[in-house]
């Protein structure tokens, strides 16, 4: 039964924030229509973190319970140093359905799109695979995408979640992705096909100067998740066949043992260069709004790329919702959604930056940074609690 | 009575180390002679500070007792933001004499050379000044010295303690000073003349990206000591003229009010060049050594140049003693004095020039830094102890 308080809303991108957005909508009674450039909902990539911002929202989406059976429920957060191989600072991940409300998860990235999908698809979400948007115009009265193939879609608000190199953004802002010269390796491989590994209950991130390793284990501890991020000189002196696996190696060549036999079962089929944008607040004009990566792309280094994203589709859905009930215009929705969102995610954007400093410096700063981790109190929850705790009550929208 | 299991001993330097060697060695009945280039023992400069292991040796020297009158014995040495104007951590010192059985002071560098001067009088230290050595030699069976006017002196052995640019080290190694870079501003005014200050039972000093100044009182409160140094922009440029006083005003232009204002004061008669020389363990060869500066000169981030120098001084007089006592040669008491003290005074350097690295940093360096730094528990030792602490027990020298 399609709402009467939810305008009919068109999603363009169906990566986790747009099928998410489009599930949101959909439960809540919404007509959705979400259109997807390629010809599948497959993404490239491999594990993904799931915080309790977002296994929360899962949970309500009633996504959670299907996941299930194929997440890790890590047992640690442990960042270890990449040169000496030891342990320098741990976050207990056990007690978060006590602390946070929800649980810390990892699994296959294809595993969480296919729930989503199929939340989308029993709650009668329209989707369109191979449908590219080339033009997208807010009409006054509602809002018109035209597809490179000549169809085109009409919906009384647009949801722009064409991820890091939207085209909808342009919209909005004239920024380009800004490459932060480190370039990752990332995959999952079976797990009989790794010979060593980290404590396959913690997922663990091993620093060094300039590069890092990530490693935790996904669908029931079967595969094992591997991402290998370094600095890359060649792109600094502007090669462009920068960070090429053979620069790969060199850069991990001073690492632990471990760290560097892990290579060794890394996939090196795809280099990723490491980009985000600058954060900016305006994600809504009329009825179009940007939403997940299109509108807040950000580095990795607090893995919640993923974990912004459904906070946004979930807040574009609660208060496009309070708009329609108060007679709000869809477009005073939409302004609501991003004036509530832009500046937590805004923040998180800032501090991913940050944090990868932190994680890549060398020198006196890796000196002082190895002393503040070890002298941590591990139980100190005040550096993630603003991340990972329920957001504040909604503000009233007069 | 003249010793008679000491050297004759010929001291070249009159300053801290060279006085306090002389005195040491007097004082177990030893012979000795000190010549000192300058007119007068007077040093340029202003405020010293001396910690346990310089005040417990000054203790046994009879010293401490006469600089009581004009000392200073702080609460607490605290670190500050320079930028921000707040406090970002402390150490109590009140409680050094309990903790490390002798306390921590500050005063005027002559109120201390007069002191050591005084003690060298009165225990029968031949005193020369005006006396340029300009060539040592070790003759096999003892040393001569020629001055630059002509007068020579001889006696068993040689203690090289000329300083940072010492001309007896190049016996030694063929270094040359390193230049931080950095370039101080120092000097003690009487407090009439200071409008600010911070509060004067502390040793402050204000950390900033490339800056910092240190404060604290002398003379019983009476005048207000400070150190202000900062990275010359222009000495990286190159430009002779590095470092002067409107470079010096530049470098503090971001800085709070008080520290800013506090430069009012600052006495800008002498640019001083921060100096050190890379660590070298060969301070004996044969009948000559090297003490103080003209042994491992240091930046002046831990405030220990005249505290290693007077560990210098203990150990000689101590290792001398020993091996005359045991029949061993002045040429063995010597090697055993250089490698008793080496490997701690090296350490002591390296951990200046670390330090003063972490006092200056910028970014997320200075973020992780000052976060580390309001973290500390207040009560820990652990990054002082080693150096204030009495120094373990005499290895046998067999």
Redesign the interface.
Known sequence: MPSDVLPETLVVGGGIGGLSAALCLALRGGTVTLVERSKSFAEVGAGIQLAPNATRILRRLGVLEKIQPVVVRPRRLVLADAIEGRELTSLDLTDFPDRYGAPYLVLHRNDLLSALLEGCRSNGVALHTDAHVTALEDTGSGVTAGCADGREFRAGIAIGADGLHSRIRKLFADDEPVNSGFVAYRGAVPMEQVERHADLRDVIAWLGPGLHLVQYPLRSGRMYNQVAVFRSQAYLRGDPDYGNPAELKEAFAGCSEHVRESLGTLSIDNRWPMLDRPPIPGWACGRLALLGDAAHPMLQYLAQGACQALEDADALAEELAAAGQANRTPAEGLAAYAARRAPRAMRVQRTAR?WG??WH?D???K???D??LQ??DVADHKHVAWLYDEAPPERSTS
């Open positions: 940050t400093e932190i410096v020198g006196v700063a000196l002082i940074r002393e503040l002298m941590r």
